[in-house]
Structures are given as C-alpha cells and as structure tokens.
C-alpha cells in the first residue's frame, strides 16, 4: 500500500500531495507540528499530544481548524489507510497561504497536513548497547516549549551529531540542562533522577511524562530542577527520551564514558516498564 496523506480537507497518495510556494509554512517556517507515534494501529497518549498542539497553536495565535474528536477521528482514519501496525502519524498546521509579508494575514486559511509512515523504535543492539552523544551550546530561541515547525537550530545541532556519529547532542544554556536536538534528557545521580522542569526552554515531551510516571511507579526518588552542566558530566546515568526514542541510555558523552560505560540499573528498570506499559495501553485500547 502506498502512502497516503491528509490534506486540506482530502485524503490522497503523498507523492500527490502539494501546497503552494506562497504557503506561510514554506515561506517562514510560520506553523506548528506534532509526531504521534501508533503502536497496533493505536495513538499512544494522542489526547495528551492534541493539547500539546492546543499549547502550540496557542503560543502563535493560530485558531485550531479543528476539534480533539474532529483530529482524533481524521487520525485514527489515516492509521487505517496504512498496513503498517507500528505507525508514526505527522502532523502539521500552518498559517496558510498569503502574499509575503511577515504580520499575519487577516484572512488566510491554515494549511493541515498529516502523513503516516512505519514507527522506527530503538534496535535490540541500541537498547542494550546504549548510544553516544554529543554536546553543544543551546543556541536556539526562548520559545521551545512550542512545537514549532522552524527547526533550523535542531537541524544544525542534529546535523553535529550525526558529524560526530553520535545519536544525539545533549544542549546546555548558560551552563544548565535543557533537552537534545530531539529528545529531553534525563540524568541519573546516586539513584535519584533528576531533570529540567518543564518551562519555555523546552519541549514538554509526551514520553518525559510517561518515564517520570513509570519512575514514580518503581519508587525512584526524583528531582524536576535546574541541572547543571557538571551534574551532567559526571552522572551516573543520562537517558535521552523522545516519542521514537522512547528511553535510550546515553554510554558516551563527548567521547567519555557515562557511568559504568553500559546502560544503568536504573535505565533498565524504567526501560522494561515502558515496554510493559506500552503493552498494556495496547490491550486496554483494544
Ligand atoms: N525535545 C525536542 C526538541 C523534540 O523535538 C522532541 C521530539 N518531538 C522531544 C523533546 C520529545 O518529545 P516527545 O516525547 O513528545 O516525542
């Protein structure tokens, strides 16, 4: 089966799928986005993921062209239309086309695209092995609570990862935690997990949520503060987490060895929960 994508209004393959240059997306990366990943056909937390959008939409005075049920039935309709049973749906609303100019038209209509494609979790070899990372100097805007389809800054910084053949790049600003290219990240200190609040220097992950639940859940002590730099560099354990991630361990930062050098104890208790968790979000859904 070929792809299919959402567009406007129409469902239609995706190499078929085309918006106009004048488009304020194409334009000036002016709209948002959301990635939802489907496990047996099924949206995991895709409430919480159509807030996120609201917060989104919100944070660029963008109306919602549509309602959570309106969304929620076009999404579980894409899903259909693919074979695939792990499924990652893209979503993304734009400000519509308008003659350029930077303040908003008054009356554009918003572009909504959506398209799904396999799910690519994490190999066995990853999970078990770990990754490597890198780090580098946050150096995007003060607004990265949005999920903002300008992603030039993590495209630079993702691209130095993948220079460097590291999976993510760990960023600090000024001297502080705040997430990865892709992923938030997470640090683990003498069994204590500990991670930076949700604020407007990072992307309120949906799987940030779900490990501090799972952590909760296996008793692990945990600390939502400013974490610094140094913190990082000599943790026991750093996990990078992201709705295709889900949780990986973090073996080298800038070369060096984190912790053991293998993935942590901690790591794995929480790793084998959300495997766990998944399943039975699964069942439930059914
Ligand atoms: N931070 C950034 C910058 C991201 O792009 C992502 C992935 N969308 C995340 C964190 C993780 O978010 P989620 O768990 O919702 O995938």
Redesign the pocket.
Known sequence: MSETAYLNGEFLPLDKAQVSVLDRGFIFGDGVYE?IPAYSRRPFRLPEHLARLQHSLDAIRLSNPMTDAEWTRLIHDLIARHAIEDQSVYLQVTRGVARRDHAFPKDSKPTVFMMSGPLVTPSKELVENGVPCITASDFRWLK?DV?SISLLG?CLLRQAAADAGAVEVVLFRDGRLT??????VFIIRDGRLLAPPKDHL??P????DVVLELAAACGIPIELRAVTEQEVRSADEIWV????KEVLAVTTLDGKTVGSGRPGEVFKAVHQEYQQYKRKVMRHAA
Do not use: F, Q
């Open positions: 990635v990265c999920k993590n997430e990865a290219s892709a992923s938030n990072i992307l992950g949906i799987t940030y987490t992201s709705s295709t």
